[in-house]
């Protein structure tokens, strides 16, 4: 299903022009050999380009569209026109001179099979090239001598004429396309294509997948065999998954352009996450990017959205989008010389978009007036049950999975992402260099609660009492003995800090708050007598104030008709956080 998803998208990518044709491909290419037309090196030229990586600009390889790169193993196999120094120049610094001379042996014999023949200046020039180069003189060559080290390091180099680049001429173009669709595999042997069901010889190694960070940088495989326990049949290599050349190209080639789209693409633990319509249009990718990413704000797509989700189309950047449109997801992680699939998800457009609504729905709670964004983004999510303090800053992969697939199919979230919300929340302490900066109970924290309840207790018997703690805002009227409790230690906790002529190094928060949350008997027995000194003190130096807090504090007291209970279970305990943080908001915007 993924091979014929990715090959569907090349197809609509080649009719609309916006991808290579079979036979060519992406490379990166550092330098150029100008060539007389006697074949003579005349001189070399960089084709670095000045590219934004991080905060940093640096030198990098210019991406050129090239006859389609090779899958190299442990063996020799030149590409057609363009190269490392090993192949083209016969020289290069890895000290295996024996191999280096067979390599560039090989290179010469392909551009021999290839271009003989082929009455083109470009052609002819190539193939004298190659007949009249001597690779134990290229150390002392003159064009060769200013970027030497450079051209040896092992970046690729390609030929350039009189009238342009060798690769664009349109007779050696020809003659690559006939070379490629023409070749054999490598027994011949014929079956039935699994990806377009037709008559096909089976290709043998499929191409590289570049791009997914982890992974290695020479490319990965989507679909190998390299041990006797993954074959079946007496069949080896990708001869258990029967592909065509065309569909092996296809679906590679649609992935690598996929990949190379930064901005279309997001990290998700140690997944690498791309996706697309099966129009092929861009528009359904922006548009998807901006609703589960932090760029989505309701005054920019919110009507957008609601159109979409009553099944009307909506034109967005130009393209004219239907909710009825198959949409693909992909997850894919490293495995050494390997890509692992995390999760592959089909539905249509207005289906995923609905989910991705109907989470961020879920997810709507009070939030500090510094937060631009209507919710927490995926990435914010994740980063809640993290210790920002911490050597490694990345989530778990497994929750970074689970968490989108259960976003995208709207499902339960994982049980994962709460018990990392909650155990921040008990194990984070505040930081002394900024006591202002929030902690403990944070708005994605706090959102995360709130959603979990939602969708996770549905179908709970106590689900109507958590929909009165689930609010966006504080609930007033909202009675439950958790959610009262964390209201009143927010109004303590202002009562002393209010009440404090200094500077305070610890407040109850910092002392009482995890331990009121799990045995709040305990606790608000210490806390009552102590919050009574703290509004006597409070009393005197801020009468006004202490009037304002006591008629809070006296507020929530009356609404407790219950004794205070030795202990809270989970989910009461959560209550109790989200009670905090809505009390806490309020005195906020009070401000």
């Given at each position: 299903m993924i091979l014929q998803a990715l090959t569907d998208y090349y197809r609509a990518l080649a009719e609309s022009g916006q991808i290579d044709p079979p036979g060519w491909g992406q490379a990166k290419v550092s330098f150029?050999?100008?060539?007389r037309t006697d074949g003579a090196l005349e001189r070399v030229m960089p084709l670095q380009t000045e590219q934004q990586r991080g905060k940093k600009t640096v030198l990098a390889p210019q991406l050129m569209r090239l006859p389609a790169p090779v899958k190299r193993t442990?063996?020799?196999?030149?590409?057609?026109?363009?190269?490392?120094?090993?192949?083209?120049?016969?020289?290069?610094?890895?000290?295996?001179?024996?191999?280096?001379?067979?390599?560039?042996?090989?290179?010469?014999?392909l551009h021999e099979q290839l271009l003989t023949g082929i009455d083109a200046p470009a052609a002819k020039a190539v193939l004298a090239f190659f007949r009249t180069w001597q690779p134990d003189q290229a150390a002392t060559h003159p064009a060769l001598a200013e970027h030497w080290d450079a051209i040896i390091a092992g970046g690729n180099l390609i030929f350039r004429c009189a009238d342009g680049y060798a690769h664009d001429d349109p007779a050696i173009r020809a003659a690559w396309d006939r070379h490629y669709s023409s070749a054999p595999t490598e027994d011949g042997a014929q079956t039935i294509c699994l990806v377009t069901g037709e008559p096909c010889a089976a290709e043998a190694v499929h191409p590289a997948i570049r791009g997914v960070p982890g992974a290695q940088s020479s490319g990965a495989a989507l679909v190998s065999f390299n041990a006797p326990a993954f074959c079946s049949y007496g069949k080896e290599q990708s001869y258990?998954?029967?592909t065509s050349k065309y569909a092996a190209f296809a679906y590679t080639t649609a992935l690598n352009h996929l990949l190379a789209d930064r901005a279309h693409t997001f990290a998700a633990g140690d997944a690498t996450v791309v996706f697309w319509a099966h129009s092929g249009e861009a528009g359904y990718q922006d548009f998807f990017s901006s609703m589960l990413n932090d760029v989505y704000e309701e005054r920019d797509l919110g009507q957008m959205v609601q159109e979409l989700l009553r099944g009307h189309p909506v034109v967005f950047d130009q393209t004219m989008l239907d909710p009825a449109m198959d949409f693909y997801i992909l997850?894919?992680?490293?495995?050494?010389?390997?890509?692992?699939?995390?999760s592959f998800l089909r539905n249509s457009f207005g289906s995923f978009l609905e989910h991705i609504q109907a989470h961020r729905e879920r997810l709507r709670i009070v939030r500090p007036a510094y937060e631009r964004f209507e919710?927490?983004?995926?990435?914010?999510?994740?980063?809640?049950?993290?210790?920002?303090?911490?050597?490694d800053k990345q989530a778990s992969p497994q929750l970074a999975g689970e968490l989108l697939r259960a976003i995208l199919n709207d499902t339960p979230y994982p049980a994962t992402l709460l018990n990392g919300v909650v155990l921040r929340i008990r194990a984070e302490?505040?930081?002394?260099?900024?006591?202002?900066?929030p902690f403990k109970v944070t708005w994605p924290r706090a959102a995360i609660l709130k959603a979990y309840f939602l969708k996770n207790h549905e179908h709970s018997p106590h689900y109507q009492t958590l929909l009165e703690v689930a609010q966006m805002d504080l609930n007033d009227t909202c009675t439950y003995l958790p959610y009262l409790l964390g209201r009143l230690f927010s109004t303590m906790e202002k009562i002393q800090l209010a009440s404090a002529d200094w500077k305070l190094s610890q407040t109850i928060k910092d002392s009482y708050f995890n331990s009121a949350a799990v045995t709040p008997k305990i606790i608000f027995h210490k806390l009552f007598p102590l919050n009574e000194y703290h509004m006597k003190k409070l009393m005197r130096d801020k009468p006004g104030l202490a009037v304002t807090l006591g008629r809070e504090k006296a507020a929530i007291i009356g609404k407790i008709t219950r004794p205070i209970p030795s202990r809270f279970n989970a989910e009461e305990a959560n209550c109790f956080y989200l009670g905090y943080y809505h009390q806490d908001m309020l005195k906020k915007e009070d401000k």
């Open positions: 150029a050999l100008y060539l442990v063996g020799i196999a030149a590409n057609f026109l363009f190269d490392h120094s090993g192949y083209l120049l016969g020289v290069d610094n890895k000290g295996k001179p024996q191999r280096t001379a067979q390599c560039f042996a090989a290179c010469k014999a258990n998954a029967p997850g894919l992680s490293p495995n050494a010389a390997r890509l692992s699939v995390r919710v927490p983004s995926l990435k914010a999510i994740l980063d809640a049950t993290v210790d920002l303090n911490s050597r302490q505040r930081d002394k260099n900024d006591p202002k900066k």
